[in-house]
């Protein structure tokens, strides 16, 4: 059986899990995690409630270098309650890297709070296709030092009509970046997008009776 231990996580960061009664890996957690490591693009297949939050996030926060302020990984979702949710999951575990700030970025939420945060520096965002445009556009939101990249839930961005949004945000990403893509479905749409956008991509299946 495969351990959090054996994926290479580190212990500060095993400690945060187990403190959230996460102590084995899911299977999409241990197929991922090992690519995603390495810096290879990969495109995972997994049903919803299989862990996929995890499995992109504990390789980024490994990454992410804390003494650099600009935004180094930036995570897309479909909706606001999904850019929560990781938000939160991910603030929970960057207790565990001093100095390691993480900035939703989304619609309806106040932007003055936004722009303060990230004028403060913010090493990760996690934020809405709209909302993410929007800091773009105004300056307050720069890329160039992003080098990991997450398509959250890609059938829904794509399904919602975000296609456009999500194109011009990824021509503004540096092209020496890692590329992820979860979806729980590969309609053509996403695999147009995994081809025009990714590099060489793993392709990591998990089928439905592993769960
Ligand atoms: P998905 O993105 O695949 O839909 P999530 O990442 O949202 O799934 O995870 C679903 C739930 O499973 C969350 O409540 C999360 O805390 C929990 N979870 C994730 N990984 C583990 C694990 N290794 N052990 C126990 N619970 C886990
Ligand atoms: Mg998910």
Redesign the pocket.
Same mark, same amino acid.
């Given at each position: 059986m495969t351990t959090f231990e054996n994926l290479n996580v580190s212990p500060i960061l095993l400690r945060k899990l187990q403190g /959230?009664?996460?102590?084995?890996? =899911?299977p999409? /957690?241990a197929a991922a995690i090992p690519v995603l490591q390495s810096g290879e693009d990969a495109i995972v297949q997994? /049903? =919803? #409630?299989? #862990?996929? =939050?995890?499995a992109f996030l504990l390789p980024i926060l490994e990454k992410i270098r804390p003494d650099r302020t600009e935004a180094q990984a930036l995570i897309i979702t479909p909706t606001r309650e999904l850019a929560i /949710?990781i938000t939160a999951?991910a603030r929970k575990l960057a207790e565990a890297r001093e100095g390691l700030s993480v900035l939703a970025a989304y619609g309806g939420q106040d932007v003055e709070r936004q722009l303060r945060k990230l004028k403060n520096g913010t090493q990760l965002v996690i934020g809405t296709p709209g909302r993410l445009l929007d800091h773009l556009r105004r300056g307050s939101l720069k890329l160039g030092a992003v080098r990991m990249l997450v398509l959250d839930e890609a059938d829904q961005m794509l399904h919602m009509g975000f296609l456009a949004e999500v194109e011009e945000i990824i021509s503004l990403v540096p092209r020496s970046r890692q590329t992820m893509l979860?979806s729980a479905t590969m309609p053509d749409n996403v695999k147009r997008l995994a081809k025009t956008y990714m590099d060489k991509p793993r392709d990591i299946r998990i089928a439905e009776t592993s769960r």
């Open positions: /959230q009664g996460i102590v084995t890996p =899911t999409v /957690q997994a /049903q =919803t #409630g299989t #862990g996929k =939050t995890l /949710q999951e979860f």
